[in-house]
C-alpha cells in the first residue's frame, strides 16, 4: 500500500490561487517603434543601428480573453438627426493658412506642423495665436517646450502681436500643460514642440517613439473632449519627414507640411492630410524683419521685370496644388569646354534638364549642347518640378543658346518626351487664366489642350497656339517674339 504523498500548505496555496504575472522584459525601437521578440543590433522594420532598448511590459502582449459588450455612452443615431455645427470651421485670421486648412480651425481638431527648423514655424504659430485671441472671443494659450516666455515675448513685442487674451508658458511636462488648461481654458492651443512634452507615466527619453506617441494620444483625447483647436509643432528628419513614429500623422487630424528656402522670403504651408478640406492646398507667406504676413498673389515673387527682352528666359505656370503660380525660368549656356560640361540647376529638376537636353541637342539641327556648360534656374527661390516646365525649359534653353529674345507675354506650358513630342498636362485652363490675369497674350499648350478641343474658351485678349514638338514650339515661339 503507498504513502499518499504529503502537501505543504505553501504548496496549497499555491494551487489555490492565480499569482500575479511577473513583469518581463520585451524590445521596442526607439526611431519605429517596432517590436522585435528579442534584442537585435539592427532593426528589422527601418533598419537603425542600436536603436532596440528594452522596456517592461506586464501581462501578455496579446490576451486572449473574450471581449465582452457592454452599453455604449451615446446611443447610435441616425445620421440626419446629428447636427454639424460642432464640426464649423472659424477662420483664425491668417487668410493663407485658412486657404490650407479648408476656412480656417475646427473646435476639437488637432493639427500637426511640421517643418525644418528656422523656416518659421513658431512665428507663424505666434501670428495665428493673437488673431484668435482678437477675434475668436476666446482665450489662446502658447505652450513652449523650447523656449523661455521672455524669449516668446521678444518675439510678440517684435511682430506686434500683444494682446492680453493671449498667454504664454514654458513647460516640458505633461501635466503640467493640462493643469494651464485647466486655469486658461483656452481656445485654441499652440505646442512647440510635441517632441519637447513628457509624461512621467511612460516610458522612454523626451522625444522618443514611446513619448510622442503617448503625448499625442493624450493630447488628441483632451482637445476632442473640451472642443479645444489644437496644433502641435514636429520637428523633422533630415529627409523632410515628420520625425517620431508614423502613427503621429494617424492621431491627428490634419498634417502640414511648412516650406522654404532660408535664402528666400518664400514660404509654403502644403496640406498633407486633411479631415475637413482638400489635402492638396498650398497657402503662401513672406516671411520679413517684422514677421510673417499672407501672400495672396505671390505670382509676382516669381518674375523678373525687364526693360528689353533678354535671351535664355521663358514663362511657364506652376501647379502648387490647387494654385496656379506663374513662374520664370532662366537658362545660361556657357563656354566650350573638353571633357563632361557642368548641368547646374537651381529651382529645377536635374534629371529632367539633362533630359530636355538630350532631345534639343537631337531634335533641332541649330543647337549644339553636348560640349557646352548650362545653368538652368528658376526665379524667386521656387521650386518647380513637375513635367508641365518641361517645354518652358527647352525654349529658355534654346534661347540662349541661339542669342533669341523671346516674347515677354509667352508663357509655355507642356511635358516634354524623348522623341520630341509635346505631352498633355493637367488643369491647362487653370494655368492659361492666370497668366492672362496678369497680362500675358500668348501661349504655347500642348495638342488637345487648346481652347477648341478641350471645349473652354480661351482668356480673353491671349492668343493659344498648340504645338505637337520642340521643334514646332521653336518655330511658334520665334514667330511670336517677331511680331
Known amino acids: 500500500m503507498s504513502t499518499p504523498r504529503s502537501t505543504s500548505p505553501r504548496a496549497t496555496a499555491g494551487r489555490g490561487r492565480t499569482t500575479a504575472k511577473e513583469p518581463r522584459p520585451a524590445y521596442e ?160 492651443l499652440v505646442l512647440d514642440s510635441v517632441q519637447t512634452i513628457s509624461t512621467t507615466g511612460t516610458e522612454g527619453v523626451p522625444g522618443g517613439v514611446t513619448q510622442v506617441r503617448a503625448v499625442t494620444a493624450a493630447l488628441v483625447a483632451v482637445a476632442k473632449e473640451r472642443g479645444i483647436a489644437t496644433v502641435l509643432v514636429g520637428h523633422v528628419t533630415k529627409d523632410g519627414q515628420v520625425a517620431g513614429p508614423r502613427v503621429l500623422e494617424h492621431l491627428v487630424d490634419v498634417v502640414l507640411h511648412f516650406e522654404g528656402d532660408k535664402h528666400s522670403s518664400l514660404r509654403m504651408v502644403r496640406g498633407v492630410k486633411n479631415r475637413f478640406g482638400a489635402a492638396d492646398e498650398v497657402g503662401c507667406f513672406e516671411m520679413h524683419e517684422g514677421g510673417i504676413s499672407s501672400l495672396a498673389d505671390p505670382s509676382g515673387l516669381f518674375l523678373t521685370r525687364y526693360s528689353e527682352p533678354v535671351p535664355g528666359t521663358c514663362v511657364t505656370v506652376a501647379m502648387e496644388g490647387r494654385r496656379a503660380l506663374v513662374t520664370e525660368v532662366q537658362a545660361l549656356i556657357g563656354a566650350t569646354v573638353a571633357g563632361s560640361p557642368r548641368r547646374t540647376v537651381s529651382g529645377l529638376d536635374g534629371a529632367r534638364l539633362a533630359m530636355v537636353l538630350a532631345v534639343l541637342q537631337r531634335r533641332t539641327e541649330r543647337l549644339t549642347l553636348h560640349d557646352r556648360e548650362v545653368f538652368a534656374a528658376t526665379v524667386g527661390g521656387i521650386r518647380v518640378v513637375e513635367p508641365a516646365a518641361d517645354l518652358a525649359v527647352a525654349l529658355a534653353v534654346a534661347s540662349g543658346g ?39 497674350r500668348f501661349a504655347l499648350v500642348p495638342p488637345g489642350c487648346g481652347p477648341g478641343s478641350s471645349g473652354v474658351a480661351a482668356p480673353e485678349n491671349m492668343r493659344v497656339t498648340e504645338v505637337t514638338d520642340v521643334r514646332a514650339a521653336l518655330q511658334a515661339a520665334a514667330r511670336v517674339s517677331a511680331e
Request: charged share 20%.
Open 29 to 188: 525601437c526607439d526611431a519605429c517603434g517596432h517590436q522585435p521578440p528579442k534584442w537585435v543590433g539592427r532593426c528589422p522594420e527601418c533598419g537603425e543601428w542600436g536603436s532596440v532598448v528594452e522596456c517592461t511590459v506586464t501581462g501578455p502582449l496579446v490576451s486572449g480573453r473574450v471581449v465582452s459588450s457592454r452599453m455604449p455612452a451615446e446611443p447610435a443615431r441616425p445620421i440626419a438627426t446629428i447636427s454639424a455645427a460642432p464640426a464649423r470651421a472659424r477662420a483664425t485670421g491668417v487668410s493663407e493658412l485658412d486657404r490650407v486648412l479648408g476656412g480656417g480651425l475646427v473646435p476639437g481638431a488637432v493639427v500637426l506642423l511640421a517643418g525644418e527648423p528656422g523656416v518659421g514655424k513658431s512665428t507663424l504659430l505666434l501670428d495665428v495665436a493673437q488673431q484668435w485671441a482678437t477675434n475668436a472671443g476666446s482665450p489662446s494659450l502658447v505652450v513652449s517646450g523650447e523656449e523661455s516666455v521672455s524669449q516668446v515675448r521678444l518675439r510678440a513685442e517684435r511682430m506686434g502681436t500683444l494682446h492680453e487674451q493671449l498667454y504664454l508658458a514654458a513647460e516640458s511636462d505633461l501635466s503640467a500643460v493640462l493643469g494651464h488648461l485647466d486655469a486658461v481654458e483656452p481656445g485654441l
Open 402 to 440: 541661339l542669342n533669341l529674345a523671346l516674347n515677354p507675354q509667352l508663357v509655355a506650358i507642356g511635358e516634354v518626351g524623348l522623341t520630341g513630342e509635346v505631352r498633355r498636362v493637367g488643369a491647362v485652363p487653370r494655368r492659361l487664366a492666370e497668366a492672362a490675369r496678369l497680362g500675358f
